[in-house]
């Protein structure tokens, strides 16, 4: 698909600002050019020429979710307007890309594929399933599910290095394991499935690798960051979060199965391979 047939929503987000490098030419909107919670600005935007709709859009805050201004916020952008957009994709032919989460499961089960039951823990994850469901208006949807996602903005390997740099030792959450996944991997994936015309539906997109914890990651930062990775110390869930208000509970078990966007064609890095690359972008703009 040519770049000028895309136009990208959340266009200032982490995978928003991923696609838009590599969509140079794409049309792109974030809220304040057009606030996908709008019905009437969704429904009256000019679509003329827009071949797919790349929703980058999303309210990602976990814990503030669980607030009651959260609830509202994370229901309408994660779910009621995926609706909208489904809407008008179903209305102009187009092709609709919506990314979901590891969140809309429980975190029971070892590995995640795609044909598995809603399960959601939190009030993020609740949205986000929602929004699974909304997307499947559009006839021709492709649901991408991922799950920790880094790219440029505020990300775990950030705050991570951050922390590092100031000599911090930080307790870090050791039993929920999963794998990373960086924004250019994801926006390849979906550059993949739409030029190869796989058959639309849902699919896993993360880096592929072994799947580790939180503080399996953070350990390999500071090792990168010159540091120790005795500077970090494994905690659980329970206690990292013991004393505080608010906590969304989270899925403790996030890797996702890539077996079907492998057998579409697309193989994803593995994730200490996509680090490195990362850390060298991060090394060269500072
Ligand atoms: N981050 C993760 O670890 C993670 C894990 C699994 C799945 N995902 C999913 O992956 C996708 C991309 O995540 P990300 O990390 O790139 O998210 P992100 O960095 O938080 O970006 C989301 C973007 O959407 C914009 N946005 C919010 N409300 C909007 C609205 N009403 N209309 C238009 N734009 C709006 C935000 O603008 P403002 O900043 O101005 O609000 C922001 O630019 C999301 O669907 C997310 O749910 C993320």
Known sequence: MKSEEVFIVGANGQLGTALRELYPNARSADIDELDITNKASVEGFDWSGIKAIFNAAAFTNVDGAETAEGRKASWKVNATAVAYLAEVAQKHDITLVHISSDYVFDGTSDLHTEGEDLAPLNVYGQSK?????????????????????????????????????????????????????????????????????????????????????????????????????????????????????????????????????????????????????????IEETN
């Open 129 to 281: 399933a929602a929004g699974d469901i909304a997307v499947s208006l559009a006839p021709k949807h492709y649901l991408l599910r991922t799950s920790w996602v880094i790219g440029k903005g505020n990300n775990f390997v950030l705050t991570m290095k951050s922390l590092a740099d100031r000599d911090i030792t930080p307790s870090v959450v050791a039993d929920q394991i999963g794998r990373l996944t960086f924004t250019d991997t994801l926006a390849a994936g979906i550059q993949h499935l739409v030029d190869s015309e796989a058959a639309y539906g849902t699919y896993n997109l993360t880096n592929a690798g072994e799947s580790v914890s939180w503080a399996d990651i953070a350990k390999v930062v500071y090792e990168k960051a010159g540091k120790s990775a005795d500077d970090v110390t494994p905690v659980t869930t329970e206690e990292y979060y013991a004393g505080k208000e608010g906590i969304a509970p989270r899925p403790l078990k996030s890797t996702l199965s890539l077996d079907k966007i492998t057998a579409a064609g697309f193989t994803p890095k593995d994730w200490r391979e996509a680090l490195d690359e990362y850390w060298q972008t």
